[in-house]
């Protein structure tokens, strides 16, 4: 009679209760193990920061206890420390060898690019560091023929590198006072025959007409002083000059007063360490006599090739 057996059904409710608790079981040790990972961050995260702040570099990070945070992440960090020459800003004290058409003031006398073998701005000495560092230019203060004698108390003559005018206009549009000014005057007095006179720097000069140099280069560097005492000023000396318009070979120049090139620089060196500024050699920089046929255009203005000697001897002083 073969009759059919009945089967004892399973459970269900039973299986049904254990999956339930085997998802509960997983769910809990899911969410630990991310509180973990999330905690480990944040204690990573703020202890970077935290050593950041103070100053620690990412080795220095790493010795702290810092081994396991991740290769990728060091140089994220790295990339993403602040330059601290970033936004650094330049004003420039000069003469026709620092001008550039539409990089001047208005109704200061430009050189280049018309005159002179310099026709891209790219090749001027100052925007070649300026380039080179990433650094901002504030103010080009410079005028072509201007010296630094003449009337102080001056308020718009952009030829006399002492006066109010001159030694005034070299802030940002807002007031600011740029980081560092750079001088590059004195060679106009060279050809212009202006007396030295006595001063090292040491002695007050008196507002009014000044007719010496070493006056002149005193009151301009006591002014500047005055107006942006938080800025790093800087002296440069003035390079070796030939005779003007001369022919090549070039002859070293010497001017109504007996005096050279090399005369100007060492006043302008001595003045500038008695007031305890630094100065940047533009003499000895490599543009010489010897071969102003190519450093210069006329035994004055550099060329490409003698803007870059200048751009070396300035960059290698402000580094």
Same mark, same amino acid.
């Given at each position: 009679?073969g009759?059919?057996?009945?089967?004892r059904?399973p459970?269900?409710?039973?299986?049904?209760?254990?999956?339930?608790?085997?998802?509960?079981?997983?769910?809990l040790?899911?969410?630990?193990v991310?509180?973990?990972?999330?905690?480990?961050?944040?204690?990573?995260?703020n202890h970077?920061?935290?050593?950041?702040?103070?100053?620690?570099?990412?080795?220095?990070?790493?010795?702290?206890?810092m081994?396991?945070?991740?290769?990728?992440?060091?140089?994220?960090?790295?990339?993403?420390?602040?330059?601290?020459?970033?936004?650094t800003?330049?004003?420039?004290?000069?003469?026709?060898?620092?001008?550039?058409?539409?990089?001047i003031?208005?109704?200061?006398?430009?050189f280049?690019?018309?005159?002179g073998?310099?026709?891209?701005?790219?090749?001027?000495?100052?925007?070649?560091?300026?380039?080179?560092?990433g650094?901002?230019?504030?103010?080009?203060?410079?005028?072509?023929?201007?010296t630094?004698?003449?009337?102080?108390?001056?308020?718009?003559?952009?030829?006399?590198?002492c006066?109010?005018?001159?030694?005034?206009g070299?802030g940002g549009?807002?007031? *600011?006072?740029?980081?560092i000014? #750079?001088?590059y005057?004195?060679? +106009?007095?060279? /050809?212009?025959? =202006?007396? !030295?006179?006595?001063?090292?720097?040491?002695?007050?000069?008196?507002?009014?007409?000044?007719?010496?140099?070493?006056?002149?280069?005193?009151?301009?560097?006591?002014?500047?002083?005055?107006?942006?005492?938080?800025?790093?000023?800087?002296?440069?000396?003035?390079?070796?000059?030939?005779?003007?318009?001369?022919?090549?070979?070039?002859?070293?120049m010497?001017?109504?007063?007996?005096?050279?090139a *090399?005369?100007?620089?060492?006043? #302008?060196a001595?003045?500038?360490? +008695?007031?305890? /500024?630094?100065v =940047?050699? !533009?003499?000895?920089?490599?543009?010489?006599?010897?071969?102003?046929?190519?450093?210069?255009?006329d035994?004055?203005?550099?060329?490409?090739e003698?803007?870059?000697?200048?751009?070396?001897?300035?960059?290698?002083v402000?580094d």
């Open positions: 009679m009759g059919k057996r009945n089967r059904k459970d269900q409710r039973k299986d049904t209760r254990m999956s339930s608790g085997r998802i509960a079981a997983a769910v040790c899911t969410t630990a991310c509180a973990v990972v999330v905690c480990g961050a944040v204690f990573v995260g970077i920061s935290g050593n950041r702040e103070s100053g620690q570099t990412t080795e220095e990070i790493k010795m702290d206890g081994q396991d945070v991740p290769e990728m992440e060091m140089t994220v960090l790295e990339q993403k420390a602040p330059d601290k020459k970033a936004g800003t330049v004003s420039i004290m000069g003469d026709s060898i620092s001008t550039f058409r539409g990089y003031p208005e109704g200061y006398y430009e280049f690019p018309e005159n073998l310099v026709s891209d701005v790219d090749d001027t000495w100052w925007k070649r560091i300026l380039d080179e560092k650094w901002t230019l504030c103010v080009n203060g410079s005028s072509s023929g201007a630094c004698v003449g009337d102080s108390t001056g308020k718009d003559d952009p030829q006399c590198g006066n109010e005018f001159r030694t005034g070299l549009p807002d007031g *600011a006072a740029p980081d000014i #750079i001088v005057m004195g060679t +106009n007095d060279l /050809l212009q025959s =202006i007396p !030295l006179g006595d001063n090292d720097g040491t002695k007050p000069v008196p507002e009014g007409e000044v007719s010496l140099f070493g006056d002149a280069y005193t009151l301009m560097l006591d002014k500047l002083q005055a107006k942006y005492p938080s800025s790093r000023i800087y002296c440069c000396t003035i390079t070796q000059i030939g005779t003007y318009g001369h022919g090549t070979p070039f002859v070293e010497v001017n109504g007063e007996g005096l050279t *090399a005369d100007y620089s060492a006043r #302008i001595q003045i500038a360490g +008695n007031k305890n /500024l630094p =940047i050699d !533009l003499y000895g920089c490599g543009i010489a006599v010897k071969n102003l046929h190519n450093t210069t255009a035994g004055v203005h550099p060329t490409p003698g803007m870059e000697y200048i751009a070396k001897a300035v960059g290698k402000l």
